[in-house]
């Protein structure tokens, strides 16, 4: 299949952009410094080379010219950044510590929403993180495409919270979460009310978080929850398909010889139930699945970035990593013949 599409993998030395097409993939780009460790990517749809970076110290870096060139335009400890599903001027960024940003001129300038930090102190003290200086930081926006004014934050640790108001005010919704170590939160394509939220120890689900929030691991064979995203129906008034990257128990398990013994699920009821897909993957994967990426143009399609774990993390060097494409819904998987460091995060958009 020629792809006509172009993946951004920020890896543990720089960032590579690789373009497919009809001559197959090639590698079109390897930029910033090896310090540039991306924590997540957002990207326009109706300008498909405009991608945003959150760079963690480096702050959020965009480029518009598909990965050539990329300009800092906050100088934050960014860890989240979000486009506006209904104006692409509108930009969000999360930092660590737990602030929120927004700008609405595309990153020229930038103010903070004060009202995050006006939770009472019995909510903040959940706002932690496991290594010095033992900050929590946001680590994933969500803005819901059918009301811009409803956003979800993934707090790490700290729980999730949720504005109705673009940030003017905030509530915690994290009740039935033991353990708040968040990663990513999502609503069910279509719905205002059904959400779904991954974790370091769960998998959850919702029809109103305020209410509390449930598991939704029937079928799950790993305990350890990252990247998900959706893949839109196959035929109309059919569900979607969820992919869910999984791991067996939480990082600090994975200098074990089996490492991370990572793994893709993928459920067609709304996580009602889960499989594990195996077409294409090995018995025990080893290097962690951080990333999952939708195909820009092949509504089955979706990407999968391999490589970090624990052991690579305390090298000086990072292990290789890989890039896996599906285009049956997840069924099976096959990697694409590039070759890149560690993969933390991925994107990808239409050529």
């Not at 110290?57 to 950044?81: F, I, N, P, Q």
């Not at 979000?82 to 969000?92: F, G, K, Q, S």
């Not at 449930?214 to 079928?219: K, L, T």
């Not at 025990?284 to 399609?301: I, R, S």
Request: hydrophobic share 35%.
């Amino acid at each position: 299949m020629a792809e006509q599409v172009r993946v951004y993998a920020g890896t543990y030395n720089g960032l590579r952009v690789f373009r497919g097409g009809s001559a197959g993939w090639e590698e079109v780009s390897h930029s910033l410094s090896e310090d540039v460790i991306f924590e997540n990517f957002a990207g326009s749809e109706m300008h498909p080379e405009r991608v945003y970076g959150a760079g963690g110290k480096h702050g959020v870096l965009a480029t518009d010219d598909a990965g050539r060139h990329w300009t800092r335009l906050l100088d934050e400890d960014v860890r989240a950044v979000a486009v506006d599903p209904t104006d692409e001027n509108v930009l969000y960024a999360g930092t660590e510590p737990i602030k929120l940003y927004r700008s609405e001129d595309r990153g020229d300038s930038w103010q903070v929403l004060p009202a995050l930090q006006d939770f009472p102190e019995d909510v903040k003290l959940a706002w932690w993180g496991p290594q010095p200086p033992f900050e929590g930081h946001v680590s994933n926006i969500f803005i819901h495409p059918d009301d811009a004014s409803t956003i979800y934050l993934c707090l790490e640790h700290g729980g999730v919270v949720r504005s109705f108001d673009r940030g003017a005010t905030w509530e915690d919704v994290s009740q039935g979460i033991d353990y708040p170590d968040m990663h990513v939160v999502r609503s069910l394509p279509g719905s205002r009310s059904r959400y779904f939220v991954s974790s370091a120890r769960a998998f959850f689900a919702s029809d109103e978080p305020a209410r509390g929030w449930d598991r939704a691991e029937n079928g799950f064979t790993r305990d350890y929850f990252h990247d998900f995203i959706f893949l839109p129906p196959e035929r109309a008034g059919q569900n979607p398909t969820m992919l869910v990257a999984t791991a067996d128990k939480s990082p600090g398990y994975w200098y074990r010889p089996e490492q991370a013994r990572s793994a893709i699920f993928r459920s067609d009821d709304c996580a009602q139930s889960w499989e594990r897909a195996t077409g294409g993957l090995a018995a025990e994967l080893k290097p962690m699945v951080y990333a999952l990426a939708n195909h820009p143009t092949d509504p089955n399609g979706a990407f999968a970035g391999l490589g970090e774990t624990v052991r690579t993390l305390q090298a000086t060097t990072h292990g290789p990593g890989s890039v896996l494409v599906t285009h049956d819904r997840g069924h099976n998987w096959e990697p694409l013949p590039v070759e890149l460091p560690a993969d933390y995060v991925l994107w990808a958009a239409a050529e």
